[in-house]
């Protein structure tokens, strides 16, 4: 790593490797943080808590339930969908437990979106939160799903608590939509008939697969990353290497609420903090911001994750400044651009630098991070983690010179070695050895790095390269804008010019107003010739803004014009 331009600047104290075989499997890894950490809170979600031990006990009880009740066998897809519930932890333990395979599966999916999921997977079981129960309904006829495990958003709560949540949920907030599948088993009857004493611990090599972790499909269809023990527990100890100067072990209080079924926070929240005995708080609907800032004030947290729509969700709301952050020590933005306004708002706000860090879901995901200390970075996605190799080529494949924008190639331990029944996909994704991520990014002076923009979003306007990140970063750093997204469009002079859609902040916002901003902070092929404003942008499950479906919804607006 020395040869490297970054070393020089590598924080002190972290080491230059990792070891992706510290421990044998997931399972194992389970199994040591249960036995240190008995007796101290694991996970805690609407005022409810589990212990490690406790987590210890379900974990066998739902594996025992695949194996013995369901059958189920070693290396069996189950898919898991729901949002942050109790719920989530313990079926995705046990599944890791009993030697299967997780599938996470985005609760938002379509039924058309589920169905291709779990028919690519083969998945043989799915555990789903009832409130998606008829989608799956719809198409269950169609995929290998043999057996379904339905919880409802109470189960775990307990005694009277529970039961009143689960009926407002169902009656009062009419958010179940009716459903009928045939043989369905309630997610209370799996642990209370799973027989711990009947677990039989699989042996398990580091380099099968523990997850099938989709892609956003934002570049066609979903593939699914096959990620192994290896590749999972290697990136958690890279994280954890790279965290370590600031985390403690039984002490931290960890604020999940990006989803676990997301590659951020399954590698980053639900495992790296396991590893040290941290307390979860669990976020089941972050959108809900008054709901969510209360469960910030119950809380001496001390390390949380998000995107960038969600800290300036937080930001944009009077309550926030209110939170006691006394206690916070780590915010880490990824899964999209953190734009430089939410980044100085942020510490200005908290008085914690918001570090930004960078990967994907082939990688397990992270590969890049800044350095967690005081020092504010803001634009830049970091360095290398331990045992990460980080190289920018151009389209021949040759590294391009400092300064210069190139495509971001990763080689490490966490990084996927093949894509599931995907040979044509998986061989176009790797080149010598290293994976090919389809962003762009360009190291400053200092060897940091920093991304420019997907390779595939570039905007070209008579021959120069526009990218949506910048312009966006821009934009948003008006007063009056709350969200921004910014596409190509056809142009018969320029070959494309910039189009920005906008949700205001102040409704007295004028595309006249925008565009002499623009003007006044960028150069004139950058500017955006078209403002469109809209009420709200497409998002992700994660909150990230969908460029794809704002360019489809132009080239269907020009197609019917």
Known sequence: MQDYPWFKNYPEGIPQEINPDAYDNLSDFFEVSVKKYTGLIAYENMGKSITFDELDQMTQSFASYLQNDLGLQKGDRVAIQMPNLLQLPIALFGCLRAGMVVVNTNPLYTAREMEHQFKDTGAKAVVILANFAHNLEKIIGNTDIKHVIITEIGDLLGGIKGLVVNFVVKNVRKMV????????????????KGKPAKYNRPAIKNEEIAFLQYTGGTTGVSKGAMLSHRNIIANMEQISAWMLPKLEERKETMITALPMYHIFALTVNCLAMFKIGAKNVLITNPRDLPTFIKELKKHPFTV??????????????????????????????????????VAKRWKETTGVALVEGYGLSETSPVLTCNP??????????????????????????????????????????????????????????????????????????????????????????????????????????????????????????????????????????????????????????????????????????????????????????????
């Open 304 to 341: 949380m994750t998000g995107v960038n729509t969600l800290f300036k969700g937080l930001l944009n709301n009077p309550e926030f400044s209110s939170v006691d952050f006394s206690h916070f020590k780590i915010a880490v933005g990824g899964g999209m651009a953190v734009q430089d306004i």
């Open 177 to 192: 939509p009716s459903y009928k599948i045939s043989g369905a088993i309630k997610y209370n009857d799996v642990l209370k």
């Open 372 to 561: 967690i200390d005081e020092t504010e970075r803001i634009g830049t996605i970091g360095l290398p983690l331990p045992s990460t190799e980080i190289i920018l080529l151009n389209d021949e494949g040759k590294p391009v010179p400092d300064g210069t924008p190139g495509e971001i190639c990763a080689k490490g331990p966490q990084v996927m070695n093949r894509y599931w029944n995907r040979k044509e996909e998986t061989e176009n994704v790797f080149y010598n050895g290293y994976f090919k991520t389809g962003d762009m990014g360009v190291t400053d002076d200092s060897g940091f790095f920093k991304i420019v923009d997907r390779k595939k979003e570039m905007i070209n306007v008579s021959g120069f390269n526009v990218y949506p990140n910048e312009i966006e970063n821009i934009v948003a750093a008006h007063h009056k804008v709350l969200e921004v997204g910014a596409i190509g469009i056809s142009d018969p002079k320029s070959n494309e010019v910039v189009k920005i859609f906008v949700v205001k902040k102040d409704d007295s916002l004028t595309q006249e107003e925008i565009i002499a901003y623009c003007k006044e902070n960028m150069t004139g092929y950058k500017v955006p010739k078209v403002v469109e404003f809209r009420d709200e942008l497409p998002k992700s499950n994660v909150g990230k803004i969908l460029r794809r479906l704002l360019k489809e919804s132009e080239e269907k607006a020009s197609q019917t014009a």
